[in-house]
T-cell receptor
Framework: GIQVEQSPPDLILQEGANSTLRCNFS?????LQWFHQNPWGQLINLFY???GTKQNGRLSATTVATERYSLLYISSSQTTDSGVYFC???????????FGTGTLLAVQP | GAVVSQHPSRVICKSGTSVKIECRSL??????MFWYRQFPKQSLMLMAT?????????EQGVEKDKFLINHASLTLSTLTVTSAHPEDSSFYIC????????????????FGPGTRLTVL
C-alpha cells in the first residue's frame, strides 16, 4: 500500500516564525488533505489539495503530484497553531485515506 | 459545512463488556463512512469502510468479529467493540465524504470529533 512520511516529526518555533512541513508519498494519489489535530483530538480540515497550490490566511499548501510530495507553509505562527499536523492521501477506486506519520508543532510565546 | 458527530465522546468500560460508538452525518447523507483508530502519540490507522446496506470492508489485521460495523441508514454508522480488553483502549474516529459527491475517489472527507475508549 501507499506509504506516507512526514517531516520533520517534531518542530518547535517561536511565535511569529515561519515553517514548512513536508509530506512524501510513495505512489500516485488522487486525494490529498492536510489536517490539524487539536489537543482534544478533533481533526480540522486545512486543505484538500491533490495538486496545485492553495492559500488560506497564514496557511498555504502546494502539492507536486508528479514528484509525490506536498508542502504546508505556516507563516507568522501563533501559539494556537500548536498541535499535530497530518497529511492524508487516497488513491485507487476507493476514497480510503492513508494518514502520514504526523508533525508535532509547538509554538512558544 | 458538512458536520459529522460521534457519540459518546468518552467511554470507560470494564474488560469483557461491549461498547457501541455512533457516527452520524448531521446535514448530509453518506453511503460510505470510514472508521479509524489512533493510539497515543501515533497516527490514525484505517480500520474499516462502512457501506450503507452492505457488509463493511475491513483492513488487513482488523478482526471483523471483534469490531462489528453496521451502516443501517444513510446518516448513521455504528462501531461495536465486542468483549473489550485494555489493549482496545484508543481514540476512535469516523469520517464521511461530504454531500454532493458519489463517495468515490477524489473527494474530501470530514471527520467526527472522536470517541475516547478506556477499558479497565
Amino acid at each position: 500500500g501507499i506509504q506516507v512520511e512526514q517531516s520533520p516529526p517534531d518542530l518547535i518555533l517561536q511565535e511569529g516564525a515561519n515553517s514548512t512541513l513536508r509530506c512524501n508519498f510513495s505512489d500516485s494519489v488522487n486525494n490529498l488533505q492536510w489536517f490539524h489535530q487539536n489537543p482534544w483530538g478533533q481533526l480540522i480540515n486545512l486543505f484538500y489539495i491533490p495538486s496545485g497550490t492553495k492559500q488560506n490566511g497564514r496557511l498555504s499548501a502546494t502539492t507536486v503530484a508528479t514528484e509525490r510530495y506536498s508542502l504546508l507553509y505556516i507563516s507568522s505562527s501563533q501559539t494556537t497553531d500548536s498541535g499535530v499536523y497530518f497529511c492524508a492521501v487516497g488513491g485507487g477506486a476507493t476514497n480510503k485515506l492513508i494518514f502520514g506519520t504526523g508533525t508535532l508543532l509547538a509554538v512558544q510565546p | 459545512g458538512a458536520v459529522v458527530s460521534q457519540h459518546p465522546s468518552r467511554v470507560i468500560c470494564k474488560s469483557g463488556t461491549s461498547v457501541k460508538i455512533e457516527c452520524r452525518s448531521l446535514d448530509f447523507q453518506a453511503t460510505t463512512m470510514f472508521w479509524y483508530r489512533q493510539f497515543p502519540k501515533q497516527s490514525l490507522m484505517l480500520m474499516a469502510t462502512s457501506n450503507e446496506g452492505s457488509k463493511a470492508t475491513y483492513e488487513q489485521g482488523v478482526e471483523k468479529d471483534k469490531f462489528l460495523i453496521n451502516h443501517a441508514s444513510l446518516t448513521l454508522s455504528t462501531l461495536t467493540v465486542t468483549s473489550a480488553h485494555p489493549e482496545d483502549s484508543s481514540f476512535y474516529i469516523c469520517s464521511a465524504p461530504p454531500p454532493g459527491t458519489s463517495g468515490g475517489w477524489g473527494d474530501t472527507q470530514y471527520f467526527g470529533p472522536g470517541t475516547r475508549l478506556t477499558v479497565l
